[in-house]
């Protein structure tokens, strides 16, 4: 009797070791981005989201490794080979157009699901936006190429406006094709522009203090994730020089900017996770078609209006999709 008991208590000590030992893996997601952690929290959540929806819950049955680059795109290649040789299960690069190039060169083996602005059959990272092909599909925003929309903007809400002032990245791919979209318009009406270029601290003091020298009358500040990590600095500085200005994304507006134009980001961002979570569960990437935006948010801050003296015109509010007051 003792010796069956021994063996019966030692089978039923064993049984549970064994079956966990059977459980899959949680399988992890490589998580890149241009941006900061601190000015995705609204996409980054939209993203679990996504994922949440294709039945993955973050810290229960999936795992995601985040890097932020904070707007210095040499960190980039570093993070991806980190990521690839972790090899997780999908690899995600987001934050502008230089995460995704460099999530799509990182690897030919694992899935890769990008998030750009700008077109990504041009850029070479799919072969077309309906079959991409290879082990990459995504999303693009096409915030990059709205800069000529953001500029007719700026003109309506402050007409007449002697030198509008243009922020630019000038280590940010899109940034040449940016200034070239903006040429047109600005001849079309005679407007003067001014261009400061920025890719660190140093250079971003440098080019607002360049502002405040040539008398610039309002700002653009064109798509770029170095911007999105400046964000308050930026939008500081304009209101404490009394520029209008206007932004890509509605966190500018919400964090005290006059005007934003842009899609809307968190839309893109959940059907991101979404596709993780069906590449998850065994799709092809070649067979997810590439996202494009269906939503574009435009925000007007009535309040920081008010501050600078302007009166927004009717048209402008009737356009507008959220007024902040």
């Given at each position: 009797m003792r010796r069956r008991d021994l063996i019966f208590v030692g089978a039923a000590a064993i049984w549970p070791l064994a079956a966990r030992a059977q459980q899959p893996a949680v399988p992890v997601v490589g998580f890149m981005s241009g941006r900061s952690e601190e000015d995705s929290a609204r996409v980054a959540s939209a993203f679990r989201q996504g994922l949440a929806d294709a039945g993955f819950i973050e810290g229960q049955t999936v795992k995601i490794e985040y890097r932020w680059a904070n707007g210095d795109y040499d960190r980039l290649p570093a993070f991806a080979a980190d990521l690839v040789n972790r090899k997780v299960a999908v690899l995600v690069g987001?934050?502008?157009?230089?995460?995704?190039?460099?999530?799509?060169?990182?690897?030919?083996?694992?899935?890769?699901?990008?998030?750009?602005?700008?077109?990504?059959?041009k850029a070479g990272l799919v072969a077309s936006f309906n079959r991409p092909g290879g082990n990459i599909t995504g999303f693009t925003l096409w915030t990059n190429e709205m800069e000529s929309k953001r500029l007719g903007l700026l003109r309506e809400l402050v007409p007449g406006v002697p030198l509008i002032g243009i922020l630019v990245n000038p280590r940010f791919p899109p940034t040449e094709q940016e200034l070239l979209d903006l040429e047109p318009p600005a001849k079309a009406v005679n407007q003067p522009l001014f261009v400061a270029r920025a890719n660190d601290d140093a250079e971003l003091e440098a080019a607002l203090a360049s502002f405040v020298d040539h008398h610039v009358g309002a700002l653009l500040v064109t798509a770029a994730p170095f911007f999105d990590t400046r964000l308050n600095r930026i939008v500081g500085f304009a209101a404490q020089k009394r520029l209008p200005a206007i932004y890509q994304f509605r966190e500018y507006a919400v964090a005290g900017g006059l005007i934003s134009y842009g899609p809307n980001v968190a839309e893109s961002y959940k059907d991101a996770g979404s596709y993780v979570g069906g590449i998850l569960k065994g799709e092809k990437p070649a067979d997810l078609p590439v996202t494009q935006p269906t939503k574009f948010d435009f925000l007007i801050n009535l309040k920081a209006a008010k501050t600078l003296g302007l009166t927004v015109p009717p048209t402008l509010l009737a356009e507008a999709g959220e007024v902040i007051e």
């Open positions: 987001v934050g502008g157009d230089v995460s995704a190039a460099v999530a799509a060169k990182a690897t030919k083996t694992i899935p890769v699901v990008f998030g750009m602005g700008s077109d990504p059959v």
